[in-house]
């Protein structure tokens, strides 16, 4: 079965920092490009980052650059969100997903080419 799992969520004070954790079953997550979302209710989801196959190459959008990084350990199966510098506006449901390409396919500021996605981890930034 098909699945991706994230993790690492919870609720932290504005200035912490959180790494979520994106880890597949049922393929390798190594033959694709990986990006991260997120969601507020009553708010369409927005594109966060994204990470290509190998891990060479990296995109954000404007919030998450300089205080987000994505790595990966396709060994592991898994790919990371390392979060820093947290506000209280970074609080949403997070989501990874996967594209069945290398390379992230960026289209005004989100990625709209994914093929399977997770369930979210709930991230709250709240003093």
């Known amino acids: 079965q098909v699945q991706l799992v994230e993790s690492g969520g919870g609720l932290v004070q504005p200035g912490g920092s959180l790494r979520l954790s994106c880890t597949a079953s049922g393929f390798s997550l190594g033959y694709y490009a990986i990006g991260w979302f997120r969601q507020v209710p009553g708010k369409e989801r927005e594109g966060v980052a994204c990470?290509?196959?190998?891990?060479?190459?990296?995109y954000y959008v404007d919030f998450a650059k300089g205080r987000f990084t994505s790595s990966r350990d396709n060994a592991k199966n898994t790919v990371y969100l390392q979060m820093n510098s947290l506000k209280p506006e970074d609080t949403a449901v997070y989501y990874c997903?996967?594209?069945?390409?290398?390379?992230?396919?960026?289209?005004?500021?989100?990625?709209?080419?994914?093929?399977?996605w997770g369930r979210g981890t709930q991230v709250t930034v709240s003093s």
């Open positions: 997903a996967a594209e069945p390409d290398r390379t992230c396919t960026v289209v005004s500021g989100t990625f709209p080419y994914m093929t399977y």
């Open positions: 990470i290509s196959s190998s891990g060479a190459n990296t």
